[in-house]
């Protein structure tokens, strides 16, 4: 759901072909080869045993097998450290571990806890990390359907912005969300749908990125996708899906990463597919049956 346009703050809602390798026929025949003395041939009958021939027993070959395996596996245990803390969740390495991979767990806790009122994470640690944790988090935030509810969104606003820009921001989105703007989505002036209908906005990150990092500022960019409209028969707005990049600019305040400022642009966005859309009814049910996710980097 766009929530603004180039200032961030209010405006218009507007099988693939698996072929397989086949051999080519020899006349059906099979031919055999003659190994070298000591070794079976494939095709004819086991050789019997002549009696003791030097080799190791299949026993001891196991034994001796399982054996360096277990000190193969306690050597791995070791040099991969003890307690999570003890990891390094520095970006540096040789590629193999969970830096290589984006959306591995780094070992670091990513928040501390959650608003008790509103359900928004907190307690981001001060890092790059923690930073793209705070801005997926209150991207979603932002983009729901609590936004559009006055009482709601006074409560939102404080928890996300520093107090310095909470106060400039509430007004200016009073006013984005006005009983009109409400209206042309098919709402009432408190942000409800009519009887018999549900609406819908909800925001998954698929992707953060920090362009800008300080010791007590970050921008962090988050690539998200997500559900918005109105489900039930007769909407004139029915729920759809919307590809979009928010920026926000980050300060650190009181122990925690608070945002300053947002903004909001359409994409990167795919080809839509040709996937039967689901009824409305469905889509209803989801959002009440399917949570929603802390995202921590």
């Known amino acids: 759901m766009s929530i603004g346009g180039d200032d961030g703050y209010g405006g218009d809602y507007d099988g693939h072909d698996t072929g397989r390798a086949r051999g080519a026929a020899s006349g ?3 031919t055999r080869t003659r190994l070298p003395e000591g070794d079976g041939d494939p095709y004819g009958p086991p050789r019997r045993g002549t009696g003791r021939t030097g080799k190791p027993s299949r026993n001891l070959i196991t034994v001796v097998g399982v054996v360096v395996l277990l000190l193969a596996a306690i050597a791995f245990v ?25 959306t591995a767990p780094t070992g670091q806790r990513p ?13 981001f640690p001060k890092t790059a990390q923690g930073a793209q944790s705070a801005g997926a988090n209150y991207a979603v935030a932002l983009t729901s359907a609590d936004m559009l509810k006055q009482d709601l969104r006074h409560e939102l606003v404080p928890q996300i912005f520093t107090r310095s820009a909470a106060g400039l921001l509430q007004a200016k989105l009073d006013k984005a969300y006005s009983a009109d703007s409400l209206e042309k989505i098919g709402l009432d002036a408190e942000g409800k749908a009519p009887d018999g209908m549900t609406y819908i906005s909800r925001t998954a990150p698929i992707g ?70 689901s009824s409305a009814d469905e889509i209803a049910k989801a959002v009440e049956q399917y949570g929603g996710f802390t995202y921590a980097r």
């Not at 928040?111 to 307690?123: L, Q, Y």
């Not at 800008?212 to 729920?239: D, L, M, Q, Y």
Request: charged letters at 20%; one cysteine or more.
């Open 28 to 30: 059906g025949h099979l």
């Open 78 to 102: 070791n040099r991969g450290g003890g307690k999570d803390g003890d990891s390094d969740s520095g970006g540096g390495g040789g590629g193999t571990g969970a830096e290589s991979q984006p």
């Open 111 to 123: 928040v501390e806890g959650k608003n008790s009122v509103t359900g928004i994470a907190s307690g």
């Open 208 to 277: 953060t990125k920090v362009s800008k990092f300080a010791r007590t500022a970050a921008t962090v960019e988050v690539w998200c996708t997500g559900v918005f409209g109105t489900a039930g028969e007769g909407s004139k707005t029915p729920v759809t899906n919307d590809w979009f990049t928010m920026t926000l600019k980050l300060r650190w305040v009181g122990g925690d990463w608070k945002a300053e400022s947002f903004s909001q642009k359409n994409g990167p966005a795919p080809i839509n597919s040709d996937r039967t859309a």
